[in-house]
C-alpha cells in the first residue's frame, strides 16, 4: 500500500466552491449523463431524497418524504451538536492522510437519517460530483438508519467529462440500528487521472441488515478502499455485493470486510472482477468471533486479454462452530462455456460477451428498474473497450 | 443430409477415429452404439467441430457443403443441433435468455415450448446450473425446439434420468424428430410426414430411447472403426446377450 500513497499536494482543496443548483435538470447535457450513469435521475422521480455536491460545496439537497432526512454534514454537525455518537467514532481520524485531511478541511457529504420505524420504499440519490480540473475533495458522510426502519440509498461519485485529474477522499460512516435495512449502492464513475480513497465503516445491531452494491465499470487510476462492517448484535447480516470492471490504466484495490462478533449472525461476500488491462487488488476478510455465525466469501476474477487479478481472501474463526468458507477463482472464460453457445448459432464474439454479461450481472443487487437498465446500458456500452 | 467420408479425429495425439463412414438422410433416425471410449462423443463433437477434435482426415458433408472446418456456429446455423451431456453452467445466463437466442431471431414462445417439458419453473434459473440429470436434458431439449435443426445430435438422452423423466424425454425427443404430427384440417399427415426432414443420430447405451423414436437404421462403433449395420433392435438384443465381443471379430 506504501507504494500507492497520493501525493495530496498536487491537488486543489480550497478555493472550488460553487453556488446551490435549485434544479438538477438545469446541468449541461454532459454533466447530466455522467449523473445519471451513476445513478442519479435529474428529474427526481421516484426519489425520497436527493443530495449533491460539486467540488468543495453542497449545491442541492432535497427531502422529499416524511421519515427520511437528508441534509449537507456540516448542517447536521450544527443541528445536531456535532453528532457526538456518530461523528469520527468508527473511523480514526488519524488512521491516514486522507481521514487526516478530511478531518481537517471537510468540504461537505451527506447525512441521512430515517425516523424510527420508518419503511422509505423509494431511494436516496446522492452525488459526489467533481468538475474542477485538479480539485481535491474531502468528504465525510453520516448514514443512520433507526430502529425498524428500511431505506435504499444510491451514491454515485462522478467527475465531469473534462476532468483530467482529480482527487476523492470520503469518509463514510454507517449506524443501523435494531431491525433496520439498508440497501446501499454506490456506483463509481471515475477518469482516468483520478484518484479515490474511500474510508468506510460500519456497525450493524441486533436484526439489522445491511445490503452494500458495488459497481466500478469506468477506468479509474488509483482507488484503495476496504469498507468494513461489525454485526454487533445477534441476528445481523451484512451482504457485500460488487462488479468491478478494470480497463487499461486502472488500479484498484479494493475488499471487504465483514466482522461477525455476535451469535445468530450472517455475512456475505460476493465479488466480481473483470480486468481487460488494469490491475485488481480483490481482498476480503470474514471474521467469525461468536458462534453460531456464518460467513461466505466469494471471488471470482476473468482475465480479459491482459491484466492483473489478484484475489486475497481470508477467514478468520476464534471459536469453535463458526461456519466460514470462501471460493476464489482467477481465469478467462472456459473454452468449453463458447462452444456451448457457438453450438447454439452465437458465433465467438456474441457468445464471449453473453458470457461476460452474465458474468457481471448484478440481478441479486435489487437495483430499481431504471438504474438496472442504466447499469447494464453501461456494461454493455463498455463492452467495445473490453475485446 | 449428412455425408462423413473417411474421418480420422485425433484428440492430442491419440487418433479416436479412425476412418469413420456414414450418411444419414434426411428425416432418418439413426443410432450408434458402442462401449465406453469406442469414440461416440468424439464422433458427436466432431460433426458440431469442437475445437479439441482435431480432423486430420476425410471429410463432413451437410446438405451439400463441407462442413470439415467450419466454426462451431455455422454448423449450427446450417441446421446442425446438438443436446450436450454434460453442458457447462453459465452463470448470470437465464435459461430463458438463452432459449430466446436458440431461436435466432424467430418468434419464439419460450413459456409454452418450456410447459412441454416441465421446465417453465427454471426459466429464470442461470443455465444449467445445480441442475439434476434429468433437469440437464430438459433443458437441453427446451434449447433444440427452439433452435428447430434439421439434424440432431443426442449424446445419451437416457443417461441419468428417472423412469417418470425418461418418458417425458423420450416422447419430447420422439416430437423433435417427428414434428407434432397430427390430423390437422389443412394438411394430411402424410404431407406433414413429407415436409419434416428431421434427422437424428442418437448415441444409447442402454436402447431405453428405441422404446420411443422410430430409430430406422443403427451401427456399432468399436475402437474408432464404425462396423454392424443393422436394425437397432437387432444390434441392441445382440449387445445385451454377447457384449461387443462379436465386433473384435468382425474387426480382426
Known sequence: MQTHDLDLKKYQFKGATSGAIGDLRTMSAEDR????MSGVDVEERERSGSFLHLDHSNVHCRTMQPGV????????????????????????????????????????????????GAKITQPVQSCLFIKGQGVGQNIHNIIIVEEDSELHIISGCAVAHD??????????EFYIKKGAKLTFTMIHNWGEEVAVRPRSAGVIEENGVFLNNYILLKQVKDLQMYPTLALNGPGAVARFNSVIVAPHGSY????????????????EIIARTLTTGGTIINRGHIGGYAVPCKGHLECKGLILGEGVIHAIPELEGTKPGVELSHEAAVGKIAQEEIEYLMARGMNEEEATSTIVRGFLN???????????DTVEKTISDSEKDMF | MLKIENLHVNIGDCEVLKGINLKIHEGETFILFGPNGSGKTTLLMSIMGFGNYTITKGRIIFKRKDITHAPIHERAKLGIGMSFQRPPTIHGLKTRHLVEMCAQGRAVDVEGLARKVNFDSFLDRDINSGFSGGEIKRSELLQLMAQQPNLVLFDEPESGVDLENMALIGTTVRQLLDGDIGPKPDRSIKQQKDSLATAGLIITHTGYILEYVNADRAQVLFTGHLCCEARPRDILEHIRKYGYQECVRCLQ
Open chain 1, 69 to 116: 432526512e437528508v441534509m449537507d454534514i456540516k448542517a447536521a454537525l450544527k443541528k445536531y451538536d456535532g453528532l457526538p455518537d456518530y461523528f469520527w467514532r468508527l473511523i480514526d481520524k488519524n488512521k491516514d492522510q486522507y481521514t487526516k485531511a478530511a478531518d481537517k478541511n471537510l468540504h461537505g457529504g451527506y447525512f441521512i437519517k430515517t425516523e424510527k
Open chain 1, 33 to 36: 449523463q455522467q449523473l445519471l
Open chain 1, 252 to 267: 484498484v484495490d479494493t475488499g471487504n470486510r465483514i466482522l461477525l462478533n455476535a451469535p445468530e449472525t450472517r455475512g
Open chain 1, 362 to 372: 448484478v440481478d441479486i443487487m435489487g437495483l430499481p428498474p431504471e438504474l438496472k
Open chain 1, 163 to 172: 476532468v483530467k485529474e482529480a482527487a476523492h477522499l470520503g469518509v463514510s
